[in-house]
């Protein structure tokens, strides 16, 4: 059984699905929280677990930063898998994490997205380019101080020379898929995404690769936490490497750890 939810009301912006099978043909159940833009990919990856294992998996989605603080005030998870190390290294630091399993599971690009209808390419080297394609209108992005998409976000901007011209004009959501849906709906012009949600979205279109070389590598971490069923973690983190998820997460846009 696979049920993936959000984690109380104290995260907010969780992407989240709920499967539900009887409970009396499943093993021990594993909880993961993962970063939210991981959702479609380890959806997948989480099903055939579940059907090879015997083991039930629920899954937590939201902001890599909520995550880790849910975990820090005592939530149940077996798993941690982050958007960038820092998260990590915090609960690592903590003793919230079993060290020996930690590991990078996946990477990611940054990309610039637009409305489906409106996906003229756009220069991102190029100084104005970004102000003139907003027309004064605000750009989505994660929370630029706490969610690595935003984060990473933030950084590209600065070192692509278009953050001072922004002004602020932030359109801020508690998570990367948050700051999809915005400009899927058509809310915001532009957006800064992980080039995996903008596939998992056809509403949106790139419309410029942000260049790796403007911001700090792209990576999840992966580890079981101190407090959880660690022999169960064990098991699914070591499945996590095989050729199998490491294909659904290549599908869905993700790089192989390294990459």
């Given at each position: 059984?696979?049920?993936?939810?959000?984690?109380?009301?104290?995260?907010?912006?969780?992407?989240?699905?709920?499967?539900?099978?009887?409970?009396?043909?499943?093993?021990?159940?594993?909880?993961?929280?993962?970063?939210?833009?991981?959702?479609?990919?380890?959806?997948?990856?989480?099903?055939?677990?579940?059907?090879?294992?015997?083991?039930?998996?629920?899954i937590s989605?939201?902001?890599?930063?909520?995550?880790?603080?849910?975990?820090?005030?005592?939530?149940?998870?077996?798993?941690?898998?982050?958007?960038?190390?820092?998260?990590?290294?915090?609960?690592?630091?903590?003793?919230?994490?079993?060290?020996?399993?930690?590991?990078?599971?996946?990477?990611?690009?940054?990309?610039?997205?637009?409305?489906?209808?409106?996906?003229?390419?756009?220069?991102?080297?190029?100084?104005?380019?970004?102000?003139?394609?907003?027309?004064?209108?605000?750009?989505?992005?994660?929370?630029?101080?706490?969610?690595?998409?935003?984060?990473?976000?933030?950084?590209?901007?600065?070192?692509?020379?278009?953050?001072?011209?922004?002004?602020?004009?932030?359109?801020?959501?508690?998570?990367?898929?948050?700051?999809?849906?915005?400009?899927?709906?058509?809310?915001?012009?532009?957006?800064?995404?992980?080039?995996?949600?903008?596939?998992?979205?056809?509403?949106?279109?790139?419309?410029?690769?942000?260049?790796?070389?403007?911001?700090?590598?792209?990576?999840?971490?992966?580890?079981?936490?101190?407090?959880?069923?660690?022999?169960?973690?064990?098991?699914?983190?070591?499945?996590?490497k095989t050729?199998?998820?490491?294909?659904?997460?290549?599908a869905q846009?993700?790089?192989?750890?390294?990459?």
């Amino acid at each position: 059984m696979i049920s993936s939810i959000g984690w109380s009301k104290a995260i907010k912006g969780a992407v989240c699905a709920c499967f539900v099978m009887p409970v009396t043909l499943w093993a021990d159940t594993l909880t993961v929280f993962a970063a939210s833009s991981l959702k479609t990919a380890l959806d997948e990856v989480a099903v055939a677990f579940a059907e090879t294992s015997n083991h039930s998996v629920t899954i937590s989605y939201a902001g890599s930063s909520a995550l880790a603080r849910q975990i820090q005030l005592g939530a149940p998870a077996d798993v941690f898998i982050s958007a960038n190390v820092g998260w990590m290294d915090t609960l690592e630091a903590d003793g919230l994490i079993e060290v020996s399993t930690r590991y990078d599971l996946v990477g990611n690009r940054l990309v610039m997205i637009a409305p489906v209808d409106s996906a003229a390419p756009l220069d991102v080297t190029q100084a104005g380019a970004l102000t003139e394609r907003l027309q004064g209108k605000p750009i989505a992005m994660a929370l630029i101080q706490a969610v690595p998409a935003g984060i990473y976000g933030k950084e590209a901007l600065q070192h692509l020379g278009h953050w001072q011209g922004l002004n602020g004009n932030i359109a801020q959501m508690d998570n990367v898929r948050a700051a999809l849906a915005l400009v899927s709906a058509g809310e915001t012009p532009l957006g800064i995404v992980y080039a995996s949600d903008a596939l998992a979205d056809k509403n949106v279109a790139v419309v410029a690769d942000i260049p790796t070389s403007s911001h700090a590598p792209i990576v999840y971490p992966a580890a079981g936490t101190s407090g959880g069923n660690i022999s169960l973690s064990n098991v699914f983190l070591k499945f996590l490497k095989t050729p199998a998820p490491q294909a659904i997460f290549a599908a869905q846009g993700f790089l192989m750890a390294g990459n």
